[in-house]
């Protein structure tokens, strides 16, 4: 069974500071993917990488997939109260193939204090 | 366009009653997924669907659970009886069809189960 642990559970930090999320397995994935929860809504997908590597930023968030497409992290610059929610990471089979069943983390519950 | 939307979006059941909650993917997605996130955790897979066929329900506890997407559009999930350690947040996604490229997952809002 792949198994991906994400760290640290919960972080709550001030406005302004800069955070990183980790996401680690002993499995090779093909494709890493992040979310965003927010309370009472459905995940939302963030970005996908999938070349181990592979950086990719979104405004103030920066992705990185592992060399091994083992691990991958989420920065966050100069969090904003926006940024507060539930970050999933989740590995998935082939993207080229599309519709393979997703493994998520148990997610890094994150707070951004004003 | 619409997103996945379910249905009801909180429900709250007495311990071995009966409970369905329904889905209605985005149109021309032929992927449909079922998620159980139980509170502080991640999402895991239920059942998922191409078309009307499900193509993998191994981690659907078939004693209680059961699912069915007639036609290959709406789904419905159905537990039967309910048991306190169902109570949990159930998520439909859906996905475009095997060969568009990219992976990606739309989530409904979910449907809130408490069992008393």
């Known amino acids: 069974t792949q198994l991906l642990e994400q760290s640290p559970q919960f972080l709550s930090i001030q406005e302004g500071e800069n955070l990183t999320v980790y996401c680690n397995s002993s499995?090779?994935?093909?494709?890493l993917q992040w979310y965003r929860q927010e309370p009472g809504e459905g995940p939302v997908l963030l970005v996908t990488?999938?070349?181990?590597?592979e950086v990719k930023k979104l405004k103030r968030l920066t992705f990185q997939f592992g060399d091994a497409r083992k691990d991958s992290s989420l920065h966050i610059t100069a969090a904003q109260p926006g940024d507060t929610g539930l970050y999933l990471c989740?590995?998935?089979?082939?993207?080229?193939?599309?519709?393979?069943?997703?493994?998520f983390g148990q997610g890094t519950r994150l707070t951004i204090n004003p | 366009e619409a997103g996945v939307v379910q249905s009801p979006r909180y429900k709250i059941i007495e311990k071995k009653q009966p409970v369905a909650f329904w889905c209605n993917p985005i149109?021309?997605?032929?992927?449909l997924y079922w998620y159980r996130q139980n509170l502080g955790q991640g999402p895991e897979l239920l059942i998922r669907y191409e078309n009307e066929e499900a193509v993998d329900d191994s981690q659907l506890p078939k004693d209680r659970f059961s699912a069915e997407r007639l036609k290959g559009v709406d789904s419905t999930l159905k537990i039967q009886p309910a048991e306190l350690g169902d109570s949990a947040v159930y998520l439909c996604?859906?996905?475009?069809?095997?060969?568009?490229?990219?992976?990606?997952?739309?989530f409904g809002a979910g449907s809130r189960l408490t069992v008393l």
């Open positions: 990488v999938v070349t181990g590597g």
């Open positions: 149109s021309g997605h032929n992927t």
């Open positions: 499995s090779v994935f093909s494709s």
């Open positions: 989740a590995g998935g089979g082939d993207i080229i193939q599309g519709a393979q069943k997703l493994v």
């Open positions: 996604a859906s996905s475009p069809r095997v060969g568009t490229g990219a992976n990606v997952l739309t």
